[in-house]
């Protein structure tokens, strides 16, 4: 069974970090371009930031360039989003996603993306 489990969401205050952890239990991992959603209540699902299969590639929307970071450890299965400087407009659920992609551009479709984990709350408060 294929499984993507996303963690690290909590309750934060306007300024602050937090780090999401997202571990997808498939043997080929490296042969999956990894991403992180959003989605805040009453709003459409989001890319907020991209990787390709290797790492070297990455892509973030214009709401949380240069205060997010998306990484992953192709020996752990795990993919990471450090995002800092946190605003209250970055409240909502967060998703990882892989796309099963070698390609070098970080920059998929999301309909690419089939594998979901189950969401993680992530609140910032003013």
């Known amino acids: 069974q294929v499984l993507l489990v996303d963690s690290g969401g909590g309750l934060v205050q306007a300024g602050g970090s937090l780090r999401l952890s997202c571990v997808f239990s498939?043997?080929?991992?490296?042969?999956?371009?990894m991403a992180w959603f959003r989605q805040a209540p009453g709003k459409e699902r989001e890319i907020g930031a991209a990787i390709n299969w290797s790492g070297g590639s990455t892509y973030y929307a214009d709401s949380v360039k240069c205060r997010f970071t998306i990484s992953r450890d192709n020996a752990e299965n795990t993919v990471y989003l450090q995002m800092t400087s946190l605003k209250p407009e970055d409240t909502a659920v967060y998703y990882c996603a892989a796309a099963r992609s070698r390609t070098n551009s970080a920059e998929l479709h999301p309909d690419e993306y089939k594998f979901w984990g189950q969401g993680t709350q992530v609140t910032v408060s003013s």
């Open positions: 498939i043997r080929a991992f490296n042969n999956y371009a």
